[in-house]
C-alpha cells in the first residue's frame, strides 16, 4: 500500500498512514481552510486499508489544537476504525495530550465515549 | 478632499484612536474574512500574548475562540444589498483586552429569516451548564453533518465550552430583509 506523509504546517496537522512499519499517526494542529478536502485522502486510505489491514493497528492522535470543523472529520477517522474492530481486526487508539491540557484530555474521553474501540489516554510533557 | 474635510478626516482618525484606547482594543479589522486572514490575526495575538507572558491556558481559550469567530463570519456572513462590491464573507472583528478579561467581538450582515434560527440555537446553548454544552457538542459531531460552508453548528457550542461564560449577542435592523448580527465572547485572564 502506499504511504501517506504529510509534514505538518501551523494550520494542518503532520500525517503518517504507513502499513509496513505499522505506523499511523495524526499530529500537530489541523484548521486547515477546508477540512473535507484535507482528509478525505486519509478517509479513503483508511477504507482501503481496511481490506488489507495489518493484524494490529495502532493509531496515535497526538495534537495540540483542532478546530471544530476538524472535530467531526476526526470522528469520521475515528468510525472508520471502529468499523475495522468490528470486522474483527485488532485496534487501538492512543490519544495524547500535554499534561496540562485539560480541554485535549476531555476531547479524547469524549470520542472514546462515542465510538467503541480500545482507547489509551496518554499524557506527555511539551 | 479639500483641506479642511482633511483636518475633519484627521481629527476623526485621532477620535478613532482614542476610542480604541478606551475601550482597550488591541485589533480591529473589517473587510473579508479568508483563511490567511485568520492565520495571521490568530498568530499576531498569540505572539502579543507569549510576549506579555499571558497564563497558557488562556492564551489557548482566547485563540481557540478567535478561530472559532472568524471561521463563522467566514462562512456564515451574508451579503448586503445588490451592489457588486458588498459581497459575503465579510464583516467586522474586534480583540479587545481589560485588566480581568479578553473579548472576542464579531459583527456581521444576516438575512432576517435567519435570525429565528440563531437566536434559539444561542440562547439553547447559553441555557446550558458544563456538562450539558459537553452532551449537545457530542451528539452535534455524530448528528449534524458538516454544512456544504463546512460549519457544523459546532463553533458556537464550542465558544461556550472554552471561555464558560454565556454568549453575548445582539440583532440589529439593517433593512426589511437584513439585520447586523453582533456577538461577543469574554474569556477571563485568571484562568
Redesign the interface.
Known sequence: MEVIKLKGT??TPTIILDKDNGIFEISGRS?P????TFYEPVLNWLEDYQDEANDKTVFAFKLV?F???S??LI?DILMKLEEMHENGKEVVIKWFFPD??E?ME?AGE?YA??VDIPFEQVSYTM | MDKSNVKGFLEFVYDFYRSMKAHEITLVYEGEIT?QI??AFT?LTESNMAKESED??VQ?KV??VM??CL?NISKHADSFGSDDFLFAGRGIFMVSKGKKDYHVTTGNVIENDKIEELTEMLNQINSLDKEGL?QL??NQ??E?R?SEK???G??F??IAR?TGNKLEYHFLPIDEGSSFFLLTSSISRNA
Open positions: 501551523d494550520d484548521l481552510e477546508d477540512v473535507t489544537y478546530n471544530t470543523a472535530s467531526k470522528l496540562d491540557d480541554d476531555e469524549e465515549d462515542i | 483563511h485568520t492565520k498568530s497558557n491556558s489557548k485563540f481557540h478561530v472559532e471561521q459537553k457538542y457530542k459531531m455524530k449534524g458538516l463546512g460549519g457544523a459546532l463553533g457550542i464550542d472554552k
